[in-house]
């Protein structure tokens, strides 16, 4: 039997891979990409307690992350296409000159 | 339904181990892979919460277009793999408290789950609602365009500046 | 099964067509009136050394054409080609004429058409060849683009339809005005069937939209380094999506599989002879009409193909809204 506390432990340990990720990686495409794996375990939680209370907002506020995930998405990719053109490296150690 | 339980625990088994293997990749182009494995577990994971229309807008919008977008990209830069490994770079010092924070958190978090005793019932048993109400696509349409009107307007003008800001970003200043 | 045997025929069907429009006769030796000339095609691409360029990347490589090939079946696994039928009552059940009743049928559709273009970059950037990774880019590019007016096209039979799944859009076509014009959707829509054909050609990259496996152009794009059996699943895949293109337009537009003079239960015959229509039409555009340049096509879906169909999704709203319908 499934219950809520299942869905909330794996989002849990979802956005706790995403964050390690953050911390973790030195590409900026792959520090992007677990900012995605906790967005979507936000998405999982939202959507578990929407079912569990039986109203629908819990999918609506996913759809809205989704949109919110994707515009973001674009604009830090291009964000980083542009720093790449300027270093030539993903690496973000490559950009510390406001580093004091 | 008999089969709902190992359902649960095959797609939450493949999205963690999908995710945790994306953190650990070298080369970008697997971790866009994998992480397409782990949103489609995740959409199965909607599919099994009644949300059939959530888990097809994830594959569709998540894994469709935004994870497209990101594979353009590394295949555009041609991201040189990071050598030796995404590990050995790394200082010691900087490692090793990365993943005792991320540890941290993790436990964090589960110790808040269980403070919170949200009351171990089956999913949906919370207000005895059943799957009917959040299923069709209906309900979600209805409420969307009525409680979330401005929302909505409002994340369409989002995307707007978004792709206006992706393409003047990423522009080459010739 | 079913599809399997079905892209053996379009490919015979194809050269045959292209051969007549060409005003020649095309194969002919191999069974009676060539028919057997796919499979021995196929035979012969089994045979064929598997060869697999030096630098690329394995794991990708091969799975490329899988995930092509996977996208093209799974999305046929929705699409409803008859009425419930129980065979003479001799089944208990009406057995639906379908693999998977979905209730949003048709967006699962669009997601799974929507993975098949991960195939073809994965297969550009593997083969670490400039041509395939060129033409993998812009295939994919060309796709994602087109998904815009075919989602939106989409979208108008649904404000048509109230109702995300095919079977209850098909059954919503059933009936006549005024006795003999049938209810579908595309005399109602003109604008998006037209729409939506079009997405499609370019959504399964074929001619006229074909650029990025050029034959004159790009040495055959993104599936230049695949030989054997990874091509043959390539091929495959093209032409399932046609398949797949058209009996979702069968679906949405034509009516499936309701028609004059046959009892619900032979429906299927219907649904075959307006997919073999519209795939008839398909194999005729390619032959017939030249090729889209690159930027060209890109404008043309960009710049008036989404306008047109964002104003005539508006227009059926609005439509919908005044007549009540």
């Known amino acids: 039997m499934v219950t809520l506390n299942h869905y909330l432990a794996l989002s849990a340990i979802l956005f706790a891979i995403g964050t390690t990720g953050v911390f973790l990686r030195r590409n900026m495409i792959t520090v992007l990409l677990s900012i995605e794996i906790m967005l979507n375990a936000a998405n999982l939680t939202l959507v578990a307690f929407g079912r569990h209370w039986g109203a629908v907002d819990g999918q609506i506020i996913v759809f809205f992350v989704v949109t919110v995930a994707a515009a973001e998405a674009a604009v830090g990719l291009a964000i980083v296409i542009a720093l790449f053109r300027l270093r030539e490296s993903l690496d973000p150690d490559a950009f510390t000159s406001l580093k004091w | ?174 | 099964m079913l599809l399997l045997l079905s892209s053996a025929a379009m490919v015979y069907a194809e050269r045959k067509v292209a051969a007549l429009i060409q005003q020649r006769e095309g194969p002919n030796r191999v069974g009676p009136r060539g028919l057997l000339q796919p499979f021995a095609d196929v035979i012969k691409l089994m045979f064929k050394e598997e060869l697999r360029p030096g630098g690329a990347d394995t794991v990708l490589f091969l799975m490329a054409p899988v995930i092509s090939a996977t996208a093209a079946f799974a999305a046929f696994a929705v699409v409803p080609f008859g009425a419930e039928t129980t065979f003479f009552g001799l089944l208990d059940q009406p057995l639906k004429l379908q693999v998977a009743d979905v209730n949003v049928a048709v967006l699962v559709v669009f997601a799974i058409t929507s993975m098949s273009v991960y195939g073809i970059v994965l297969a550009g950037w593997s083969s670490n060849s400039k041509y395939s990774l060129l033409g993998g880019l812009r295939s994919a590019s060309q796709m994602i683009s087109y998904e815009l007016p075919y989602g939106l096209a989409l979208a108008s039979v649904l404000v048509l339809a109230n109702s995300l799944s095919l079977t209850d859009i098909v059954n919503r076509q059933a009936g006549y005005w005024f006795g003999f014009i049938p209810r579908w959707f595309v005399f109602v829509q003109p604008v998006g069937f037209l729409i939506f054909m079009i997405s499609g050609v370019a959504e399964t990259n074929r001619a006229p939209f074909d650029f990025p496996e050029a034959e004159q152009e790009l040495v055959a794009g993104y599936h230049t380094e695949y030989s054997s059996m990874a091509f043959a699943m390539f091929f495959l895949a093209e032409y399932i999506n046609m398949v797949t293109v058209s009996a979702v337009a069968t679906d949405l537009f034509l009516g499936g599989w309701n028609g004059p003079f046959l009892p619900a239960w032979l429906g299927w015959i219907w649904f075959l002879a307006k997919t073999s229509a519209l795939l008839f039409f398909y194999i005729w555009m390619r032959w017939t009409l030249p090729r889209y340049r690159y930027d060209q096509l890109m404008q043309f879906g960009w710049k008036m193909l989404l306008p047109l169909a964002a104003l005539n999704l508006l227009a059926t709203a609005a439509g919908v809204m005044l007549l009540g319908v």
Do not use: C
């Open chain 2, 1 to 174: 339904m008999g089969f709902e339980l190992p359902l649960f625990y095959v797609f939450a088994t493949v999205a963690v181990v999908a995710s945790a293997l994306v953190i650990g990749q070298r080369s970008p182009i697997y971790s866009v892979m994998l992480l397409i494995a782990s949103f489609a577990a995740l959409a199965g994971l909607y599919v099994l919460l009644d949300s059939p229309f959530v888990a097809v807008i994830q594959i569709i919008i998540y894994a469709g277009a935004i994870l497209v977008l990101f594979l353009f990209v590394v295949m555009l830069l041609n991201a040189p793999k990071e050598a030796p490994g995404p590990w050995a770079r790394l200082a010691a010092g900087p490692r090793r408290a990365g993943a005792v924070l991320g540890g941290v958190l993790a436990v964090e978090l589960a110790w808040a789950i269980w403070r919170a005793a949200i009351a171990p019932e089956p999913v949906g048993a919370g207000s005895g609602a059943s799957a009917q109400a959040i299923e069709s696509v209906r309900s979600i349409g209805q409420v969307l365009y009525t409680d979330y009107a401005f929302a909505f307007e409002v994340t369409s003008l989002l995307i707007l500046v978004a792709m206006v800001g992706a393409v003047v970003l990423a522009k080459r200043h010739v």
